[in-house]
């Protein structure tokens, strides 16, 4: 009688007390997984926004600095689009640094971009061609580009 008695007052206790105890610490844990899961998921996209954006900037880059080799051929002066583009690839730098750490690959990949485009002013000076500047650019931009896509497809955001 005692042993049935025992075994009834386990029976409600487990499934009164311990039970639900379980079930609820599960259920915590799933939820903060999830959080963790959406946390980097969001923290992708607006990484992938980013770079989508640097993309579309950068395929300026090279339609920018051919229009100003074709107006330093005919002696036309520099296309004010040139200074305004290289002013927002500057600025597109300090919104992946606000995501990115700086000695992340993609940080890297873009100051070689940057690299390219202190040329710039080499270029004003004559010592440098629009040519072999449109060229390094072309060079860094598709490296940037291939670093940013391969982050985004096997960097673990979480």
Do not use: C, H
């Not at 963790?36 to 926004?49: A, N």
């Amino acid at each position: 009688m005692i042993d049935a008695l025992v075994l009834e007052v386990t029976g409600i206790v487990v499934s009164g007390v311990v039970g639900p105890v379980v079930v609820s610490l599960a259920v915590r844990r799933s939820e903060r997984l999830r959080l963790y899961l959406e946390e980097g998921e969001r923290r992708r996209d607006e990484l992938r926004v980013v770079l989508e954006e640097a993309g579309r900037l950068l395929g300026e880059g090279a339609l920018n600095i051919r229009d100003a080799a074709a107006a330093s051929r005919s002696g036309d002066p520099e296309p004010p689009e040139l200074q305004q583009w290289t002013e927002r690839v500057y600025l597109l730098e300090q919104r992946l640094l606000f995501r990115l750490t700086p000695d992340d690959t993609i940080i890297a990949s873009l100051e070689r971009v940057l690299d390219a485009l202190a040329d710039t002013d080499a270029v004003r000076a004559g010592s440098v061609g629009y040519e072999l500047l449109a060229k390094r650019f072309d060079v860094a931009q598709r490296l940037f580009l291939d670093v940013s896509r391969t982050a985004l497809a096997t960097r673990n955001f979480m």
